[in-house]
């Protein structure tokens, strides 16, 4: 008698098309996270309400792309089949009805996010993932005020999103497994590497990355060492791919101020904002968006 072959053993290709991610807000986290979306090829729904500021970042992601081109990272084919794959939409309802997934990526502000979202669920499908890319903010909170926990998760991206490994899943006090279990196969399939935490204050990211930064400015604001000498010792001496002083001007000092501000409420003295952040912020010295922060920024490059 013969053995039969195990067709059990067979390798399947996996046919399921994938899910369709609808990206909300067109800012620098939404545009970085729309082209890893379509780059890795998902249907990708990038909304701003301001037309010109979601072709902007269209503009940006196919920039960014041709540099990739340049630099022999992707081919001409993959970069436009990445901007094929975008839509923009300056509708809510356009953005969100046949999504999968849906990540929110608007400014740290909690009525903001939940008034958005409280939107989204009137035109998205019962079974789409709601996410957001909060950095600090509470996504218990952010469930349970737009009456759909279960299914609400942080995705928190790192910035520049196409470039950062690390994706932060926030489990909220009653997100459901099953949309944990999304948000992993989520994460592998934009070739990131994914770390579950428990939703309390700035998470472990935020919360170990703000406290360096803050100390770093605190430094800075009392002559220990120049801003470039400062990121140096983290550079070098730490293998910090980036200073913190940088990384700062990167995120947004406003950005920074905001998420030390929650935390100095929820946690603690030692997250109080420095006096120099401040002072930064209200002089509108923003970090790169603005052209100036702890650097000088000139075509996208840190003087």
């Known amino acids: 008698m013969t053995d039969?072959?195990?067709?059990?053993?067979?390798?399947?290709?996996?046919?399921?098309?994938?899910?369709?991610?609808?990206?909300?807000?067109?800012?620098?986290?939404?545009?970085?996270?729309?082209?890893?979306?379509?780059?890795?090829?998902?249907?990708?729904?990038?909304?701003?309400?301001?037309?010109?500021?979601?072709?902007?970042?269209?503009?940006?992601?196919?920039?960014?792309?041709?540099?990739?081109?340049?630099?022999?990272?992707?081919?001409?084919?993959?970069?436009?089949?990445?901007?094929?794959?975008?839509?923009?939409?300056?509708?809510?309802?356009?953005?969100?009805?046949?999504?999968?997934?849906?990540?929110?990526?608007?400014?740290?502000?909690?009525?903001?996010?939940?008034?958005?979202?409280?939107?989204?669920?009137?035109?998205?499908?019962?079974?789409?993932?709601?996410?957001?890319?909060?950095?600090?903010?509470?996504?218990?909170?952010?469930?349970?005020?737009?009456?759909?926990?279960?299914?609400?998760?942080?995705?928190?991206?790192?910035?520049?999103?196409?470039?950062?490994?690390l994706l932060e899943i926030v489990r909220g006090l009653e997100t459901s497994e099953e949309i944990i279990g999304k948000a992993l196969k989520l994460a592998e399939g934009l070739g990131k590497t994914a770390i579950v935490v428990r939703d309390t204050a700035g998470f472990a990211s935020s919360r170990l990355g703000v406290i360096l930064g803050a100390e770093a400015i605190r430094m800075l604001e009392s002559g220990v060492a120049s801003a470039k000498d400062i990121d140096r010792a983290m550079e070098l001496g730490y293998r910090h791919p980036m200073g913190p002083l940088k990384l700062t001007d990167l995120v947004g000092l406003d950005v920074r101020l905001s998420i030390l501000e929650h935390l100095q409420r929820e946690i603690g003295e030692q997250f109080r904002p420095p006096g120099l952040l401040r002072m930064m912020v209200r002089a509108g010295k923003l970090g790169k968006k603005t052209g100036q922060g702890f650097y000088t920024w000139k075509d996208g490059v840190a003087q």
């Open 4 to 165: 039969q072959p195990n067709r059990l053993s067979r390798p399947t290709l996996d046919l399921r098309p994938r899910p369709t991610i609808a990206v909300l807000g067109s800012g620098t986290m939404g545009q970085g996270i729309a082209q890893i979306a379509a780059s890795t090829g998902h249907q990708t729904h990038l909304f701003d309400s301001d037309i010109a500021r979601a072709q902007g970042a269209l503009a940006g992601i196919a920039s960014q792309l041709e540099r990739m081109v340049a630099k022999g990272k992707i081919d001409s084919a993959a970069s436009s089949a990445a901007i094929s794959a975008i839509t923009l939409d300056t509708s809510v309802s356009e953005a969100v009805h046949n999504a999968d997934i849906i990540i929110e990526a608007i400014p740290e502000q909690m009525e903001m996010k939940v008034t958005l979202l409280t939107e989204v669920l009137k035109h998205a499908p019962s079974h789409a993932m709601i996410a957001s890319n909060t950095s600090s903010l509470s996504i218990t909170e952010i469930g349970a005020r737009i009456h759909a926990s279960a299914r609400t998760v942080g995705l928190h991206f790192f910035n520049p999103p196409p470039v950062m490994e």
